[in-house]
């Protein structure tokens, strides 16, 4: 059995490409960041093993356009196709799966994602879609659904793998239950970085300073924490686990010696803390992989990481830590259930700081409450923390209610969403009524990007010179270059739609 793990290239009305792979929400970028798709990635290597041919066809870091990309799977003619959708990209999955099931009736379609998962009957009926997956889990789901498949022609009706939602004619769907995650994360296997072409992944990513970079097999899956209402990792389908860490090592370990990788980053939505993190890190230095030229990142929490743990991690070689900072008052902080207070903020930069790691602090703006103080006091905080050197990169994006998340149900009931269009939440405009004009939104995105043009900025960055750390040199001299090159993309995403 053939089976096809399909990332379309997707291009809007300005030529810019829908990122879709391992995002939280789909963006359109002209110069793409290219993820590897991670849980999809372990999918696919789950099936190689079971000895199944697996096709892995993403045609975005394959740099396909849509016609060659298409003509190229009906030539492949696998007998299984497993796409990935969100919102903003809902409508032109299910146009493609009707356009490509008129070619090939018998081939069977499994469409994944946040989205369907959640809605799965609204892609069954809008598409000829055979599965929806209504779960994050699809490597452990994937590989029940393909056996039980190759092993029972009357599969739609007998197929018994809980968390799924079956065509089983034109006129019936039949609804398998929620998955529960009852198997450790350890029976999922390393990516096969060879299968999934590792390198198409490799340097075209912000959150590299050193290349070839790579996401490692997350350590965790979903998220610890699980609360915050923006946010895809919170529901009762999500369920919590992790990864060993002696397993998850040795994968570091490999991919260093076998693959030459020199940055390895965990895009788990939390990663270790306390013990854990501890551990990890000390595994590390005991295998000397810290002295090898490549660094480390994370995704972590604000007071998730204690002096003694962040003194480790450095010490480990882990450079690139990546943190949520959603806004800089309590209020908006309370009602997005965070977890955490802003006057605790400045502790953990500093700490992080002090031992040479660099934070990224991912900023939102644009909450349907949010007023021209909470905007104003988010600027100059975030000016703050990055003209003291207390982070070293940022992200802004505009608060779009993720679908079917706390947030978006509650933007519902308040009447406060100003589309239902799946095409308008691709982040590129703000789709919630507001205290003040959509344009102080717009107007805050750039002062947030612009900081990295300030002379203050740039003078901080020429003092770490005087660490003598080779990551600071790193930074300014290679980063900063490349870097500057998204700032001026992610202005121009986040703004083109103010005059509208």
Same mark, same amino acid.
């Given at each position: 059995?053939?089976?096809?793990?399909?990332?379309?290239p997707?291009?809007?009305?300005?030529?810019?490409?829908?990122?879709?792979?391992?995002?939280?929400?789909?963006?359109?970028?002209?110069?793409? &960041?290219?993820?590897?798709?991670?849980?999809?990635?372990?999918?696919?290597?789950?099936?190689?093993?079971?000895g199944?041919?697996?096709?892995?066809?993403?045609?975005?870091?394959q740099?396909?356009?849509?016609?060659?990309?298409?003509?190229?799977?009906?030539?492949?003619?696998?007998?299984?196709?497993?796409?990935?959708?969100?919102t903003?990209?809902?409508?032109?999955?299910?146009?493609?799966?009707?356009?490509?099931?008129?070619?090939?009736?018998?081939?069977?379609?499994?469409? &994944?994602?946040?989205?369907?998962?959640?809605?799965?009957?609204?892609?069954?009926?809008?598409?000829?879609?055979?599965?929806?997956?209504?779960?994050?889990?699809?490597?452990?789901?994937?590989?029940?659904?393909?056996?039980?498949i190759?092993?029972?022609p009357?599969?739609?009706?007998?197929l018994?793998?809980e968390?799924?939602?079956?065509?089983?004619?034109?006129?019936?769907?039949?609804?398998?239950?929620?998955?529960?995650?009852?198997?450790?994360?350890?029976n999922?296997?390393i990516v096969?970085?060879?299968?999934?072409?590792?390198?198409?992944?490799?340097?075209?990513?912000?959150?590299?300073?050193?290349?070839?970079?790579?996401?490692?097999?997350?350590?965790?899956?979903?998220c610890?924490?699980?609360?915050?209402?923006?946010c895809r990792?919170?529901?009762?389908?999500?369920?919590?686990?992790?990864?060993?860490?002696?397993?998850?090592?040795?994968?570091y370990?490999?991919l260093?010696?076998e693959?030459?990788?020199?940055?390895i980053?965990?895009?788990?939505?939390?990663?270790y803390?306390?013990?854990?993190?501890?551990?990890?890190?000390?595994?590390?230095?005991k295998?000397?992989?810290?002295?090898?030229g490549?660094?480390?990142?994370?995704?972590t929490?604000?007071?998730?990481l204690?002096?003694?743990?962040?003194?480790?991690l450095?010490?480990?070689?882990?450079?690139?830590?990546?943190?949520g900072?959603?806004?800089?008052?309590?209020?908006?902080?309370?009602?997005?259930?965070?977890?955490?207070?802003?006057?605790?903020v400045?502790?953990?930069?500093?700490?992080? &700081?002090?031992?040479?790691?660099?934070?990224?602090?991912?900023?939102?703006?644009?909450?349907?409450?949010?007023?021209?103080?909470?905007?104003d006091l988010?600027?100059?905080?975030?000016?703050?923390?990055?003209?003291?050197g207390?982070?070293?990169?940022?992200?802004?994006?505009?608060?779009?209610?993720?679908?079917?998340?706390?947030?978006?149900?509650?933007?519902?009931?308040?009447?406060?969403?100003?589309t239902?269009?799946?095409?308008?939440?691709d982040?590129?405009?703000i789709?919630?009524? &507001?205290?003040?004009?959509?344009?102080?939104?717009?107007k805050?995105?750039?002062?947030?990007?612009?900081?990295?043009?300030?002379?203050?900025?740039?003078?901080?960055?020429?003092?770490?010179?005087?660490?003598?750390?080779?990551?600071?040199?790193e930074?300014?001299?290679?980063?900063?270059?490349?870097?500057?090159r998204?700032?001026?993309?992610?202005?121009f995403?986040?703004?083109?739609?103010?005059i509208?």
């Amino acid at each position: 059995m053939k089976i096809a793990i399909s990332y379309p290239p997707i291009f809007n009305a300005l030529g810019q490409k829908a990122m879709v792979s391992q995002n939280r929400n789909v963006q359109f970028f002209k110069k793409p &960041t290219y993820l590897l798709p991670v849980i999809h990635a372990q999918a696919a290597t789950w099936l190689n093993e079971r000895g199944y041919e697996v096709f892995w066809d993403d045609g975005n870091s394959q740099l396909k356009n849509f016609q060659t990309w298409f003509e190229d799977l009906i030539v492949k003619n696998p007998d299984v196709i497993v796409f990935e959708s969100t919102t903003p990209v809902m409508k032109f999955y299910w146009n493609l799966i009707n356009r490509y099931k008129v070619i090939k009736p018998n081939c069977i379609i499994i469409l &994944t994602g946040f989205h369907s998962m959640r809605k799965p009957e609204e892609s069954l009926e809008n598409s000829t879609v055979d599965i929806v997956i209504k779960s994050n889990h699809i490597d452990f789901i994937l590989v029940r659904i393909l056996d039980s498949i190759k092993n029972s022609p009357d599969w739609r009706n007998t197929l018994s793998v809980e968390g799924l939602a079956i065509r089983v004619s034109p006129e019936i769907i039949r609804n398998t239950g929620n998955f529960v995650q009852v198997e450790p994360l350890d029976n999922s296997p390393i990516v096969n970085r060879k299968l999934v072409s590792w390198k198409n992944y490799a340097y075209e990513n912000g959150n590299f300073l050193r290349t070839p970079g790579t996401y490692a097999t997350s350590v965790i899956r979903d998220c610890m924490f699980g609360k915050c209402t923006f946010c895809r990792y919170n529901g009762p389908e999500l369920t919590f686990s992790k990864m060993s860490i002696s397993k998850s090592v040795e994968e570091y370990e490999n991919l260093i010696d076998e693959y030459g990788v020199r940055e390895i980053f965990d895009d788990s939505g939390v990663w270790y803390r306390g013990k854990d993190a501890q551990e990890f890190a000390n595994e590390i230095i005991k295998r000397n992989l810290h002295k090898r030229g490549t660094y480390f990142g994370i995704n972590t929490r604000f007071e998730y990481l204690d002096e003694e743990t962040i003194k480790i991690l450095a010490a480990a070689n882990f450079r690139f830590i990546l943190l949520g900072l959603e806004a800089a008052d309590n209020y908006t902080l309370d009602r997005l259930n965070k977890g955490y207070q802003i006057e605790n903020v400045e502790k953990t930069l500093q700490l992080m &700081t002090k031992y040479g790691l660099h934070p990224h602090l991912t900023i939102m703006v644009g909450y349907y409450w949010q007023t021209k103080e909470q905007l104003d006091l988010t600027v100059e905080t975030v000016k703050k923390f990055m003209f003291k050197g207390l982070a070293r990169t940022l992200q802004v994006t505009l608060c779009t209610p993720l679908d079917f998340t706390p947030y978006h149900q509650e933007c519902i009931r308040n009447k406060v969403l100003l589309t239902s269009d799946y095409d308008d939440f691709d982040m590129s405009k703000i789709i919630v009524k &507001t205290p003040i004009p959509h344009s102080e939104y717009y107007k805050a995105v750039r002062k947030l990007y612009s900081i990295s043009y300030s002379p203050k900025f740039i003078l901080r960055q020429v003092l770490f010179l005087f660490k003598f750390r080779v990551r600071d040199w790193e930074f300014l001299f290679i980063y900063g270059i490349r870097a500057l090159r998204r700032v001026r993309q992610h202005i121009f995403n986040l703004t083109r739609n103010e005059i509208k």
